[in-house]
């Protein structure tokens, strides 16, 4: 279980409705004069109740699949579910030089980028804006004229472009073998950059986005679970003082595989 037993916030939530039953099993206890076997009966169905009820917030915490948050007084929505299958801007992450050269060698066709690409995109014409973009041509950072395989010029982690309802990300550096690779410092930052040109870019339209840095990016100083990614996300938002006017929201979308390594419950409250 995700949840065990002696979790501290389950036995918090638990003993806030069992205070709230037990204060009404008091007072009708305290005013009606009930004989002492009617007593006893009450007192056992009071304990299994409360039985039931600690199994039911059990079961519930562990399979809690949806989750919702106020933050920066905008809405998040955390769920498990398809990036493709939202209607809304969903951000999809690159690297440093967006490259859309997928070959399993520069981008796999097994990740979000690759799949993007092959099914959701012209390369031809999403070259020629990415090569176009005035919003691109002021967030360029240096060429890597020795570059093998892939594009040369790369761009400022955190930068966007925008392409139709995407919102593609420059998310990770890229080393000479072609593998994404940041610190944990770089991805923090590269997070408030992002949230900072979503500010610019979402025109009042709600936002979704995948766990990013989750696939094949590797953290060169610190091992980083999913979860943690996920809290990063949700800390360097709210720090960014980033605001989704209603009815716009930030919707965060968890792969279904994901479901036994995230754990909901533990931010719920936050």
Not at 77 to 94: G, P, Y
Not at 243 to 268: A, G, M, V
Request: charged share 25%; hydrophobic share 40%.
């Amino acid at each position: 279980m995700k949840i065990p037993i002696s979790n501290k916030k389950l036995w918090g939530n638990f003993l806030k409705i069992a205070s709230g039953i037990s204060v009404v099993i008091t007072t009708i206890l305290a005013f009606v004069d009930f004989c002492p076997m009617v007593k006893y009966i009450v007192g056992g169905v009071f304990l299994g109740v409360l039985l039931g009820l600690f199994v039911i917030l059990l079961i519930r915490a562990n399979k809690m699949e949806h989750l919702t948050l106020q933050i920066n007084n905008s809405t998040v929505n955390i769920r498990f579910a398809s990036i493709f299958e939202q209607t809304d801007l969903k951000v999809i992450a690159f690297n440093e030089y967006f490259d859309t050269q997928v070959d399993d060698i520069v981008i796999s066709k097994n990740t979000l980028n690759g799949k993007y690409i092959l099914e959701f995109a012209q390369k031809e014409e999403l070259d020629r804006l990415i090569e176009n973009s005035r919003h691109l041509s002021e967030r360029k950072a240096e060429t890597n004229a020795e570059r093998k395989d892939g594009k040369k010029q790369r761009y400022k982690l955190g930068t966007i472009c925008k392409n139709g309802d995407y919102l593609l990300v420059a998310l990770t550096h890229f080393d000479e073998d072609n593998r994404a690779y940041l610190t944990l410092q770089q991805y923090s930052d590269c997070l408030i950059n992002m949230w900072n040109e979503i500010d610019i870019l979402y025109n009042q339209q709600s936002v979704s986005m995948p766990l990013l840095g989750s696939g094949v990016t590797r953290f060169k100083d610190c091992e980083v679970t999913d979860q943690e990614l996920l809290e990063i996300i949700l800390w360097t938002y709210r720090i960014s003082k980033v605001k989704f006017t209603y009815p716009s929201c930030l919707n965060i979308i968890l792969d279904e595989r994901k479901k036994d390594k995230i754990n909901l419950y533990k931010l719920k409250g936050e």
